[in-house]
């Protein structure tokens, strides 16, 4: 963000593949890449960001396994965010709202609902497949600036652009913004929204450390490199979502009042110590120690006799089965919502996917609960496997068995 290379490491998670790369039964005799996943502080702006990149052509372009309808808890997320931005910046039927990194289209349908003109952009080919099979325009391209002036050209500029779960993916981030800037007019508005730091570093989330999220955002980083653009932050919010997530509203310089929640949350990212390197040591000695924690529990239950399986199959699960090194050895399998994923094996550890119905099916003694970020939902959603007797295991921010 700020072009200084005075970076320093402080987590080291070890070598990982994608953590999107499940492979079908076909593929399993074929190699492997795994990539180093290491987490640098810059000394000088403070973001948190891999060492390594990983072309998005291998992360994203073929095969992406990722659907963000999968979960109610999702939809309801999706149609809050539409809403309330329709309201709050007055759209009408005139407006364009293009989001980038659209997958299939979930937000883009609660922006449509609410009477605005949508664009999706998205590169996963399957992907934007779905979402133009739902009605959801979508150009299958990688965002940046000769997709922007095609957009401009065809249908003129965008009153918002969003970009959930996306900005963080992106490795250029001058010419991201460059691309930005050309497709929004004069009063647009910038909406991005990711995992904010503060919640990763409180709340031991380094699960959501993987190859596709390149940046671990925070407020004060983000300010200095508006600024760079002529725009700046004028609002931040804060969701649950992801494991607590924040939703950044960036505009051109002057255009809207700027809340006084911005300078709020950088005091309070100064207070916690967030861009201190001996914070972030700390941190790595925390997910050190959740490991050990993690591994005895499991290691405990598989002596006494017990079976345990995984549920559900994130990205950020796949993080947490490579780093302490579980595969078939402790789970049996881990069952999935997803059709995408559903008969293939989890990247690295080769674990099979199967459905949920398979879970309660076969009710193991324990399941390791990889995306308890939905657990709620997820546990309510398989009460039939609780019936049977079946414990699920919270492995994050420390293992703990719910009963």
């Known amino acids: 963000m700020c072009k200084s290379d005075n970076l320093k490491q402080f987590l080291d998670l070890g070598f990982t593949p994608p953590s999107d790369q499940f492979r079908r039964k076909e593929q399993m005799r074929e190699p492997v890449l795994f990539y180093p996943l290491e987490v640098m502080l810059c000394m000088d702006c403070g973001l948190a960001q891999l060492s390594h990149v990983v072309s998005p052509e291998i992360l994203y372009r073929y095969d992406y396994p990722y659907e963000s309808s999968v979960t109610r808890t999702g939809h309801l997320h999706w149609s809050e965010f539409a809403k309330t931005t329709t309201e709050r910046l007055t759209l009408a039927s005139s407006d364009l709202v293009v989001d980038i990194g659209s997958n299939v289209g979930v937000l883009l349908e609660a922006f449509r609902s609410n009477g605005t003109q949508i664009l999706g952009v998205d590169p996963a080919s399957n992907i934007a497949l779905i979402a133009q099979k739902r009605g959801v325009e979508t150009l299958n391209e990688f965002f940046g600036i000769d997709v922007a002036r095609q957009i401009v050209k065809n249908k003129g500029q965008a009153t918002v652009i969003t970009a959930t779960n996306v900005f963080a993916h992106v490795d250029d981030l001058y010419s991201f913004m460059q691309a930005v800037d050309i497709l929004l007019n004069e009063r647009g508005v910038f909406i991005f929204e990711a995992p904010y730091f503060v919640n990763l570093v409180k709340n031991l989330e380094y699960d959501t450390i993987y190859h596709e999220h390149l940046s671990y955002l925070s407020v004060k980083p983000l300010v200095l490199f508006f600024k760079q653009f002529g725009m700046e932050i004028v609002d931040v919010q804060q969701r649950d979502i992801h494991g607590g997530s924040f939703r950044v509203w960036v505009s051109r310089i002057g255009q809207m009042p700027i809340s006084p929640v911005v300078e709020e949350m950088i005091k309070n990212e100064e207070e916690l110590g967030i861009h201190q ?40 699960g796949m993080t947490l089965l490579n780093y302490s090194h579980i595969g078939t050895e402790t789970l049996d399998f881990v069952s999935e919502k997803s059709t995408l994923k559903i008969g293939r094996f989890t990247p690295g550890t080769h674990i099979p996917v199967v459905s949920d119905e398979e879970l309660i099916k076969q009710s193991p003694d324990y399941a390791l609960l990889l995306a308890w970020n939905f657990s709620k939902e997820i546990m309510g959603n398989l009460t039939a496997y609780k019936e049977k007797g079946g414990k699920f295991i919270i492995p994050i921010p420390h293992p703990r068995v719910i009963e």
Request: no cysteine; proline share 2%; hydrophobic share 40%.
């Open 277 to 316: 390197i001996e914070t972030l040591d700390q941190f790595s000695l925390d997910v050190q120690q959740n490991r050990q924690e993690l591994l005895w529990l499991l290691r405990q239950l598989k002596h006494d006799g017990k079976r345990i399986a995984g549920v559900s199959a994130p990205a950020k």
